[in-house]
Antibody, heavy 121, light 111 residues
Framework: QVQLQQSGPGLVKPSQTLSLTCAIS??????????WNWIRQSPSRGLEWLGR?????????DYAVSVKSRITINPDTSKNQFSLQLNSVTPEDTAVYYC???????????WGRGTLVTVSS | QSVLTQPPSVSGAPGQRVTISCTGS?????????VQWYQQLPGTAPKLLIY???NRPSGVPDRFSGSKSGTSASLAITGLQSEDEADYYC???????????FGGGTKLTVL
């Protein structure tokens, strides 16, 4: 049974970096048939896809235009996990952050439990 | 303002049929990109309900069905049950944004 376990701080100060990790069990971050994503949800912005990392003989990343200048998603093959870094956060980045697997042609078939991240001083 | 437009709420009595619409544009649904539907129960992560317009993952009851036409899609739920009370979201790909987009969500109330 594939599971995604999220970890990371729930409180980040404005202008600092938000960092979250998603540990994968039952699948591989290096699988060449899936992609690993970060999605967030807030009352003001709804569900918002942030970006993904995937392996197809080499590593690729895609990022949402809205956060492209501030986001990095990295795989960690030694720990079978992937991470999210979002720089220069503001209170607008307050949201529940989910990691999710894109298991087929462009649908999210497995989600982590979510992490509420509050940006506040 | 979400790229895909859904009604904020729908309701129905137990046993009835309800539909939830999802309206997009020529850069997403109208461009031929598939539509997915997710169910989100209170306090939980979204769960895939329908993929590729009208396909159900294993374990999803056949009371749930999806359709797509032109720039819109619909989710139908027949034989409403109290446990269907949740938020429902549509999702597709948008070529103008080069990314995946969601609807604003529809809250289903079972009366």
């Amino acid at each position: 049974q594939v599971q995604l376990q999220q970890s990371g701080p729930g409180l980040v100060k404005p202008s600092q970096t938000l960092s979250l990790t998603c540990a994968i069990s039952g699948d591989s971050v290096s699988s060449n048939s899936v992609a690993w994503n970060w999605i967030r949800q807030s009352p003001s912005r709804g569900l918002e896809w942030l970006g993904r990392t995937y392996y197809r003989s080499k590593w690729y990343n895609d990022y949402a235009v809205s956060v492209k200048s501030r986001i990095t998603i990295n795989p960690d093959t030694s720990k079978n996990q992937f991470s999210l870094q979002l720089n220069s956060v503001t209170p607008e980045d307050t949201a529940v952050y989910y990691c999710a697997r894109m298991g087929g042609v462009w649908y999210f078939d497995l989600w982590g439990r979510g992490t509420l991240v509050t940006v506040s001083s | 303002q979400s790229v895909l437009t859904q009604p904020p709420s729908v309701s129905g009595a137990p046993g009835q049929r309800v539909t939830i619409s999802c309206t997009g544009s020529s850069s997403n649904i109208g461009a031929g990109y598939d539509v997915q539907w997710y169910q989100q129960l209170p306090g939980t992560a979204p769960k895939l309900l329908i993929y590729h317009n009208n396909n159900r993952p294993s374990g999803v009851p056949d009371r749930f069905s999806g359709s797509k036409s032109g720039t819109s899609a619909s989710l139908a739920i027949t034989g409403l049950q109290s446990e269907d009370e949740a938020d429902y979201y549509c999702q597709s790909y948008d070529s103008s944004l080069s990314g995946w987009v969601f609807g604003g969500g529809t809250k289903l109330t079972v009366l």
